[in-house]
């Protein structure tokens, strides 16, 4: 189960932070991986932490503003949003995978397996 929170409404230029508790993966995960989707918009990956050696990718978009890190203990992933633009107002979902996962893959909707509900993230001008 994956639980995500910390959406809200927030000016250009300020920051969020977005937290994704993955509850009851008793095999584990292979990579939790954040995605979002913008009104009229298809849903695209924004970031995803891969477990096993904690390697991290970004779509071009938000390279140098958000920031994935995890916590193993809480079982939480985060994704700290800085500088906040108008465009990345959307829902924004977590994703956690089961399978092998390459780098390449990691921001593929394809390669996750199960869905948390999303939290809106609005930023006004």
């Known amino acids: 189960q994956l639980q995500a929170s910390g959406g809200g409404l927030v000016q250009a230029g300020g920051s969020l932070r977005l937290s994704c508790l993955a509850s009851?993966?008793?095999?584990?995960?292979?990579?939790i991986g954040w995605f979002r989707q913008a009104p009229g918009k298809e849903r695209e990956g924004v970031s995803s932490i891969r477990n096993r050696d904690g390697s991290t990718k970004y779509d071009e978009s938000v390279k140098g503003r958000f920031t994935i890190s995890r916590d193993n203990a809480k079982n939480t992933v985060y994704l700290q949003m800085n500088s906040l633009k108008p465009e990345d107002t959307a829902v924004y979902f977590c994703?956690?995978?089961?399978?092998?996962?390459?780098?390449?893959?990691?921001?593929?909707?394809?390669?996750?397996?199960?869905w948390g509900q999303g939290t809106l993230v609005t930023v006004s001008r």
């Open positions: 994703a956690a995978s089961r399978s092998g996962i390459i780098s390449s893959s990691m921001l593929n909707s394809y390669s996750y397996n199960y």
């Open positions: 009851g993966f008793t095999l584990g995960y292979t990579a």
